[in-house]
């Protein structure tokens, strides 16, 4: 969810994500958090355990933490990866894409709705974006804007090239598994309804 949506009065906060710098260890003196960002993990996953429990941060030791985009001097590019736009809506979220670059910060993979960043000081810099296409490893790569602002720039696969390359992607069986299951309550067989299931903790490498 982007840092920027309020539950209260955005409706689809859900589908909103943000730039996700990565899980960083704390220590609380009672009063503040006393956060390490030396030892900032590229994660962007808190595992929380409720089982036993309610969970409390205070009581965790690592916290998830967002990078400043604003900061001065900074080229920045943040924005969503879709499979295809139908009747001008945006279709089938690419979650876990892999993304690197060069000489700065990026969001290592796409989340679950399609958002990446990308952020550098230096002028030139690419990213590139990695997936699966039709079994096989594809890629495409874009560059970074010189000017020292925040770019919101959203994808769509079928799209891309010129000539485009991979027209069909949406479309194309071997693009897509299917997983089924259910969600059950801790040691029994009752159903839970009504939860949001992800795929995390995995991407192209």
């Known amino acids: 969810m982007s840092h920027l ?16 710098w990565g899980l960083c260890p704390f220590i609380y003196n ?17 595992i ?22 604003s900061q001065s001097g900074f ?34 993979i796409t989340d679950h709705n399609g958002f990446y960043w990308f952020s550098t000081e230096g002028s030139g ?16 790569i874009n560059g970074e804007g010189n000017a020292n602002i925040m770019r919101f720039i959203n994808y769509f696969i079928d799209e891309i090239g010129n000539p485009v390359k991979w027209p069909d992607y949406s479309t194309t069986a071997c693009n897509r598994v299917l997983i089924t299951g259910r969600c059950v309550l801790n040691n029994s067989t009752i159903g839970v309804p009504n939860i949001t299931v992800c795929l ?6």
């Open 30 to 46: 009672g009063t503040q958090l006393n956060v390490n960002t030396n030892g900032r993990l590229p994660y962007q996953e808190l």
């Open 5 to 20: 949506a309020d539950p209260t009065s955005v409706t689809d906060y859900q589908n909103t994500s943000t730039t996700v």
């Open 125 to 140: 810099r690419t990213y590139s974006f990695k997936f699966y296409n039709k079994c096989a490893s594809a890629e495409f």
């Open 48 to 69: 929380i355990d409720a089982i036993t429990g309610d969970y409390n941060t205070l009581n965790d030791s690592k916290i998830l933490c967002i990078s400043d985009m």
């Open 75 to 108: 080229k920045a590019t943040c924005g969503y990866i879709y499979e295809t736009k139908r009747n001008g809506y945006n279709q089938n979220p690419m979650d876990l894409m892999s993304v690197t670059g060069e000489n700065g910060m990026w969001s290592i």
């Open 200 to 205: 995390t903790r995995e991407a192209l490498q």
